[in-house]
């Protein structure tokens, strides 16, 4: 109805009486008292309801705190509030409250107050409050679908553009979206068995044919599935398509189709194919991208089964296939679809037919307003960048500074020169393959084919771990250094059981942090013994322990700190050569890689007097390493020259003389 407040307002207070005697007044389990009226006002015949409290009117108070309007058609309430002030609610009365059950709480003033309510609502309720629930209830449900019918309307003049379907759908869908079945009647032996074949349909006759394996018909030399009849049960395959339209110069209709195929006992399928979706995406006044999506639901009472929104899940983490977007695209209307459109030159139809996988179509559309260079990547038929740009996450991997879509030229998209484009299209480039280029030219090396076919093939994911070993060696060579470490190295456990390394990545991300505290702790990297170490783990935990810089300095101090009690206990001069002992720890550190063995391992042992390093020099050159010796208390463990020779018969004269005069036992000389 239409409220006319201004002449409700007159009506909102009748001035009724309540005799202090009545014993609603005294009733404590009533919170409100309810008195009614009918009354003509503008014209049509209205029932009032005056809600009282009952503890202001016990007082004398006959103040309404509502004033409820009832028509026919409408209802709307006048409520006083505690400040004297009103404001008009258009709730039930069994919400005056905002809770539920409020007519519990009241109780009409007379019978002839509830009769009232009774013969204006519904005669054939047994109560008043029954009645007015019944008659307020219709009200707010024609009242709501009103309000929704109101919602369709729009979206009904929304879809008056929309076009017929594509008249070949079903035979497209059979031919390109669905698989192809050869169900075949099996017996033993090798004679032909009879056949049929769901793609050309027609009976054939197959050899060798295993159930559940792929092959190919032989008469329409489809790719098929073997099925025996006998095995095969009940077959059920479901598929999402795609199908664009255009229904404005700046709007392009995506119209998502649902198809759902049984086999049951017979070679024919039961086919179903429907619409479920409607995405409407155009480009506004200011150019950017707009998507309106509208889902099939009837409900009771619709004038149209399209509603707003994308199709709602419960779970979103579970397969939805009824919300599902991504489909196969139908390409044979697409020149024709996105003729004159914002869309015309985006190349989806060749970015589809690239593979003729599933593809959602919104985010394809969208990145080519957003970066119209998306264009020249599918010409180049650079599909794995495209597809990067269009659906890949821009923090994935760090990828976001590989491929700068906003770019006006190739180079500026693809960081990388127009010459090596023949050799991205050769090894089929994705984001990864495009980082490893950058860093390559970055560093002046030149781009490799087996090399990058190596990285596919190993799944190297991070492609910022061969800056640095490329610095200090050549592609080739760091392939083989990580093939014959990963070989070594495979069975290794961690140190909670597990397998330290999983495959050559991890090794690449070992190797590539332990050339990186190398370093730091400027070892020579060009000395290969430094920089391919045969003992890859010892050598990364070595170097990692070093780079503790106040470790390394307590060890320095605590070798510092022994130098003195070694040299007197070991010091020895002889015939040219001469024993000193470490002054730190960086000491041990050179010694071992300088003549290519791990007694850089052993400085934690010399800190913790598990053993004493000492150094064998040529008098003439105290600060070149000769060789090394590993002393426990009397005992002479091992010497040790370049790449772990024994000694010579210089050095053996020289060990014999020493071990004499210092009481040395000459346990092991290898």
Known sequence: MSVKKKEYRKYSNLGLRMSPNNGLLHAEQVKYIIRTAVKNIDGQRMLLLYVYAREQAVTGNFLPCWTVFQSRKDYITLAKRGDGTVKWQTSMLENLERDYYFEKKCAFYTPKDEQRVTLYCDPDASTGFLALNHLQQRIKAQKELERRHQKQRKIIRRMAVVPALPRDLKGWVHREVLPAYLFYNYHKGKGPMKGYCTFCRHEVEVTGAKHNQKGSCPRCKKEVMFKSRGRRGYIHDKATAQILQQVGPEEILIRIIKIYCTYHKQDIPDTRIYENMRIIVSRDEQGKFTAAPYHSSYERGDITPWKEGYVPVMYQYQENFNAETCGHLYHRNLEQALAGTPW??????????SDRKELDTVPYLRTYLEAPMLEYLVKLRLYWLAAHAVYGSRNYYGHSEVLHMKGNTLKEVLGVEKTDIPFLQQVNVGIRELQLLQILRAEGLQPDTAFFMWVKEHNIQTMNDLVLPLRYTTPHKLIRYLEERYEALRDRKGR?????????????????????????LEYDLKNSFISFPINLPEAHDQASKLLDRKKVAQYDEQIAGIYKRLSKLYQFRKGGLVVLPPKSAQEIVVEGQTLHHCVGGYVTDVVENRCAILFIRKEGALKKPFFTVEVQGDKIIQVQGKGHIAPTPEVEEFLAHWTKKKALNMKTAA
Not at 344 to 353: R, S
Not at 498 to 509: A, E, K
Request: hydrophobic share 25%; with cysteine.
């Open 344 to 353: 015309q030159y985006c190349q989806l139809k060749e970015f589809y037919l």
């Open 496 to 520: 909670y059981g597990g397998s330290r390394y999983q495959g050559i990545d991890s090794v690449l991300t070992e190797y590539k942090d332990y050339l990186k505290a190398c370093e730091k």
